[in-house]
Nanobody, 121 residues
Framework: QVHFDESGGGSVQTGGSLRLSCTISGSIAAIFSMGWYRKAPGKERELVATITDRGTTNYTESVRGRFTISRHSTENTVYLQMNSLKPEDSGVYYC???????????????WGQGTRVTVSS
């Protein structure tokens, strides 16, 4: 089992900030990457930002320069600092990881339950 503890979502006005946090626990042998995806109403779920176990980051173009992803590797926690928020950033944000559980030989993708972010104009 892989468990996600997500927090930090909420409602803000345009230009505001939020910080998402996600701690992953369970029978995990290794986490290779962590990140955040989001799904807005009527749209497909999209990648927001990811960070590998080596610290390599990747952002979707629309959030580059406004969002910062970081991780606390020893605590299996990933953060997403979101600044200068826009209404189009609204949606449900899902924590994601590629991890290998102790009894498996390969890594698999795992998803959190999601936390809602609402940005009003």
């Amino acid at each position: 089992q892989v468990h996600f503890d997500e927090s930090g979502g909420g409602s803000v006005q345009t230009g505001g900030s939020l910080r998402l946090s996600c701690t992953i626990s369970g029978s995990i042998a290794a986490i290779f990457s962590m990140g955040w995806y989001r799904k807005a109403p009527g749209k497909e779920r999209e990648l927001v930002a990811t960070i590998t176990d080596r610290g390599t980051t990747n952002y979707t173009e629309s959030v580059r320069g406004r969002f910062t992803i970081s991780r606390h590797s020893t605590e299996n926690t990933v953060y997403l600092q979101m600044n200068s928020l826009k209404p189009e950033d609204s949606g449900v944000y899902y924590c994601h990881c590629d991890a290998r559980q102790h009894f498996l030989v390969s890594s698999l993708p795992y998803w959190g339950q999601g936390t809602r972010v609402t940005v009003s104009s």
